[in-house]
């Protein structure tokens, strides 16, 4: 039922925002859009039948056969059902946010993260664009950390499912008014906070690292509201900026490869203008 339920939300909310990037594009794209869907697509077919085979059941069906264990941080701490419930969301919104700094910071992750960022535009097929190993490590962790919680199981299912449309979302060529996009970023992370993320700037793509809260950005200092190089920035990663970035033998190789792009110097990092 989790899998069902998952690629059922998937494919609605892949819909709802390719209907809204064909009505209220933000950018044209540099490559036409059913180039990149197709590609993605298939990096998003091999990257899931990978971690599906690895695991064989998601965080829900781990939550649930925890639930009768002794084991599991929530069985020894005795909390009302919704603060567990409301720390669950929190705490696994926290995990993708330390997954993705350390993305970021560890060279041996970053050879993984790079494949999602060389992608030379920004639209909902860039959430789809994740190499298999990245998929397997952020499974992983996730599936760790419901083990480790005992969290309630509706609790995962609604962070499973709101992440699902999240990825679409932040990663959306849509534009939207501003005054609505103000209002909604300090609740969610927005298509425009997250583009600051895809920068050709290596300095800026250390920034905006949350995926659901843009609350651990604040937190942690990481927050960027706008890029240097202003709405019309590029977005990927200098010298990847064309169609060979799109094919599927490029993107499955490139961790491997040795023209990778170097991590973020730290201290031109701390030179970016950090605004909050
Ligand atoms: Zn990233």
Redesign the pocket.
């Known amino acids: 039922m989790e899998a069902r339920t998952f690629w059922l939300v998937m494919a609605a909310g892949f819909l709802v925002v390719a209907i809204w990037e064909s009505l209220r594009p933000h950018r044209e794209l540099s490559i036409p859009g059913e180039r990149r869907w197709s590609r993605h697509g298939l990096l998003l077919i091999v990257s899931s039948a990978t971690s599906v085979g690895i695991y064989r059941i998601g965080p829900v069906v781990v939550a649930a056969s925890m639930a009768h264990s002794r084991f599991g941080l929530f069985h020894q701490i005795a909390l009302p059902y919704a603060v567990q419930f409301i720390l669950t969301i929190l705490l696994l919104d926290f995990l993708r946010y330390a997954v ?1 700094w350390a ?2 910071h560890v060279p041996i992750l970053w050879r993984m ?1 790079q494949v ?2 060389s992608d030379p535009d920004f639209d909902l097929s860039t959430g789809a664009r994740v190499h298999p190993i990245e998929t397997v490590l952020v499974q992983g962790a996730t599936l760790g950390a419901v083990a480790l919680l005992a969290p309630p199981v509706a609790a995962v299912l609604v962070v499973e499912l709101v992440t699902c449309f999240q990825v679409f979302f932040a990663h959306a060529n849509v534009s939207m008014p501003v005054g609505l996009e103000k209002v909604l970023r300090r609740v969610v992370v927005t298509p425009q906070m997250h583009r600051v ?1 895809h920068s050709e700037d290596a300095g800026e ?1 250390s920034r905006n ?1 949350s995926e659901i809260f843009p609350w651990w950005d604040h937190l942690f200092r990481t927050y960027l509201a706008t890029p240097a190089a202003g709405d019309a920035g590029l977005v990927g990663m200098k010298g990847l900026q064309n169609t060979g970035s799109l094919d599927l033998w490029f993107m499955l190789s490139q961790p491997f490869r040795r023209e990778r792009q170097a991590l973020v110097d730290p201290v031109v990092s701390q030179g970016s203008s950090v605004r909050s």
């Open positions: 993705h993305e970021h993260h999602h960022h993320h793509q690292l």
